[in-house]
Structure formats: C-alpha cells, structure tokens
C-alpha cells in the first residue's frame, strides 16, 4: 500500500521559516517525480513546488519563487520542502504528491497524495 506522509506544519509568524517533510512508502518511486501542492480553505488546490527523480530539475510556482526550497533523498523515500519569508497567503493545507515522469505543475498528473499537513501564518 502506498503511503505519502508529511510532517512539520505547525504555526509560524509572518517572516519566519518551516520544513515540511514526506515520507513515502508501500513501492519504489524510480522514476516518479514529487510534488508539492497546497489548499487554503475555500481555493482550488494549487501547485507549488516539484522535483524530478534525479532531484536536477526543480520547478516552482512564481508565487513561492526564490522563497521556497524543494529536494528529496531517493536513499530515505523523502521529499522536503524549506519555507521561508512565510506570508499570510501562505497559509494553507499542504500536500506532497508523486506522478511517474518529468515535474510538472497539474494537479491531474499526479497519482499518489498524502493527506497533508497545516501551515498556519500569523501577521
């Protein structure tokens, strides 16, 4: 059974940092790219970071562009991703999602999804 879990939400104030992390299990994800994704309440989910499997292409939303962090260690199944500058907007639901292939940022190529971690962002 595959499992995708993240960790490392909690609440932060407007400036501050956090690392998410995702563990994956349940199968061997050679090949799969892994992205990040996330919802605030009342919005579509959204893209916001991916990274290939060899970790050399990395794709952002401009949104999170020069603030947001992604890498993965193939060795430990995991995927983080460093948050910095956190605004407000920035607080959301965020997920960590796997598709077999290149990074890209549709919601629809992705076929496994954890069940998300809370990132609350004070001003």
């Known amino acids: 059974q595959v499992q995708l879990v993240e960790s490392g939400g909690g609440l932060v104030q407007a400036g501050g940092s956090l690392r998410l992390s995702c563990a994956a299990s349940g199968r061997t994800f050679n090949g799969y790219c892994m992205g990040w994704f996330r919802q605030a309440p009342g919005k579509e989910r959204e893209f916001v970071a991916a990274i290939s499997w060899s970790g050399g292409s990395t794709y952002y939303a401009d949104s999170v562009k020069g603030r947001f962090t992604i890498s993965r260690d193939n060795a430990k199944n995991t995927v983080d991703l460093q948050m910095n500058s956190l605004k407000p907007e920035d607080a959301a639901v965020y997920y960590c999602?796997?598709?077999?292939?290149?990074?890209?940022?549709?919601?629809?190529?992705?076929?496994?999804w954890g069940q998300g971690t809370q990132v609350t962002v004070s001003s």
């Open positions: 999602a796997a598709a077999l292939g290149l990074p890209r940022p549709f919601r629809s190529a992705y076929e496994y």
